[in-house]
């Protein structure tokens, strides 16, 4: 395999290790080991760290070696704030310029995000799930909005593999709709139907945001997220 293969296959890797918490937050990457790996010098290794710390997979630290990006107590709250925003302006450009193309390729990743719910993993729902939003910013084809987006799509796969990993009958339902509102959001951006996505977009999110927020709140820790628990007066 020629060097420049070796160093997409490290960027694939390592992209998917993040994503799907095989690489956890916080983690270090260690360098020596992935030039081993992959026959590759430390010079297209760490492009490839710089191309990932870009895309916000990794955090770059003068003189520390490189390592996971961390899901932070404010990190999480920026998520929440900003996801169901940025996935309905992402929803409503995509019914607009969407190509006849790009409307296949999501129909195509909507197939593999079935066929993962039947039988995948949770690893291969997150990522199904990601392709299938991935082409939705492709679509939308925004400047300003995409480095956004993409950071999003990092973080919703990293705290929601929970979601994709069903531990109640409940859980798998909202598997079977989350797969229902990814047909129907294919239905309005191929109407051009704008209103329409955006709206899909708002469902979409409502109906994950109560799985992750287990997960970033266990039911032991009853506090709204932002707020520190005070002390009692002495």
Same mark, same amino acid.
């Given at each position: 395999?020629?060097?420049?293969?070796?160093?997409?296959?490290?960027?694939?890797?390592?992209?998917?290790?993040?994503?799907?918490?095989?690489?956890?937050?916080?983690?270090?990457?260690? *360098?020596?080991?992935?030039?081993?790996?992959?026959?590759?010098?430390?010079?297209?290794?760490?492009?490839?760290?710089?191309?990932?710390?870009?895309?916000?997979?990794?955090?770059?630290?003068?003189?520390?070696?490189?390592?996971?990006?961390?899901?932070?107590?404010?990190?999480?709250?920026?998520?929440?704030?900003?996801?169901?925003?940025?996935?309905?302006?992402?929803?409503?450009?995509? =019914?607009?310029?969407?190509?006849?193309? %790009?409307?296949?390729?999501?129909?195509?990743?909507?197939?593999?995000?079935?066929?993962?719910?039947?039988?995948?993993?949770?690893?291969?729902?997150?990522?199904?799930?990601?392709?299938?939003?991935?082409?939705?910013?492709? &679509?939308?084809?925004?400047?300003?909005?995409?480095?956004?987006?993409?950071?999003?799509?990092?973080?919703?796969?990293?705290?929601?593999?929970?979601?994709?990993?069903? %531990?109640?009958?409940? &859980?798998?339902?909202?598997?079977?709709?989350?797969?229902? %509102?990814?047909? =129907?959001?294919?239905?309005?951006?191929?109407?051009?139907?704008?209103?329409?996505?955006?709206?899909? =977009?708002?469902?979409?999110?409502?109906?994950?945001?109560? %799985?992750? *927020?287990?997960?970033? &709140?266990?039911?032991?820790?009853?506090?709204?997220?932002?707020?520190?628990?005070?002390?009692?007066?002495?």
């Amino acid at each position: 395999m020629a060097a420049k293969d070796r160093k997409t296959a490290l960027a694939a890797h390592l992209k998917e290790a993040v994503l799907t918490t095989a690489l956890r937050p916080g983690d270090d990457l260690d *360098e020596v080991t992935l030039c081993t790996d992959f026959g590759l010098s430390r010079t297209p290794v760490r492009e490839v760290f710089r191309e990932l710390a870009g895309l916000g997979y990794i955090d770059l630290r003068d003189n520390r070696g490189p390592r996971v990006s961390d899901l932070s107590h404010t990190t999480l709250r920026d998520f929440f704030l900003a996801a169901p925003m940025i996935y309905g302006a992402i929803l409503r450009l995509a =019914a607009r310029n969407a190509s006849e193309l %790009q409307i296949a390729a999501l129909r195509a990743a909507q197939d593999g995000f079935r066929a993962a719910l039947r039988s995948g993993t949770p690893a291969e729902r997150t990522l199904a799930n990601t392709r299938f939003h991935e082409i939705t910013g492709e &679509m939308a084809g925004n400047v300003f909005l995409l480095p956004s987006f993409h950071r999003l799509l990092i973080d919703h796969a990293r705290i929601g593999m929970t979601f994709y990993h069903p %531990q109640t009958t409940e &859980m798998a339902e909202n598997l079977s709709e989350a797969s229902q %509102q990814h047909d =129907a959001i294919i239905d309005a951006i191929a109407a051009r139907d704008e209103a329409a996505a955006a709206h899909l =977009a708002e469902e979409h999110w409502n109906l994950s945001r109560d %799985q992750i *927020e287990r997960f970033v &709140m266990p039911a032991a820790l009853d506090l709204p997220m932002g707020n520190l628990a005070r002390s009692n007066p002495a």
